[in-house]
Nanobody, 119 residues
Framework: QVQLVESGGGSVQPGGSLRLSCAAASSIFTISTMGWYRQAPGNQRELVAT???????NYADSVKDRFTISRDNAKSTVYLEMNRLKPEDTAVYYCNAAGVFRTKQYNFWGQGTQVTVSS
């Protein structure tokens, strides 16, 4: 099991911004596709954004043009910059690391961090 340590959640008013961070073990970070997912009460966990080891990025339609995912391989950290937040962005946000190591697939999750958007 690889530990993913998330930080940066909190409460913000609509239209505000937050930045989430997720630090991972350096041994897998550079080979992993890193992602952010979220789960609101009563809903299934859904993809927010992913970034591959080569830097290819994918966003959910609901966050395009508002959220930015990035990674710093030197710090083994992935970030999610969230702007123009909406109440519907309220959820627990989870960091994910996925890939293949020595022919075995892996898929690790962080503990989650709460993001609340409310006036």
């Amino acid at each position: 099991q690889v530990q993913l340590v998330e930080s940066g959640g909190g409460s913000v008013q609509p239209g505000g911004s937050l930045r989430l961070s997720c630090a991972a073990a350096s041994s897998i970070f550079t080979i992993s596709t890193m992602g952010w997912y979220r789960q609101a009460p009563g809903n299934q966990r859904e993809l927010v954004a992913t970034i591959t080891s080569g830097g290819s990025i994918n966003y959910a339609d609901s966050v395009k043009d508002r959220f930015t995912i990035s990674r710093d391989n030197a710090k083994s950290t992935v970030y999610l910059e969230m702007n123009r937040l909406k109440p519907e962005d309220t959820a627990v946000y989870y960091c994910n690391a996925a890939g293949v190591f020595r022919t075995k697939q892996y898929n690790f999750w962080g503990q989650g961090t709460q993001v609340t958007v409310s006036s």
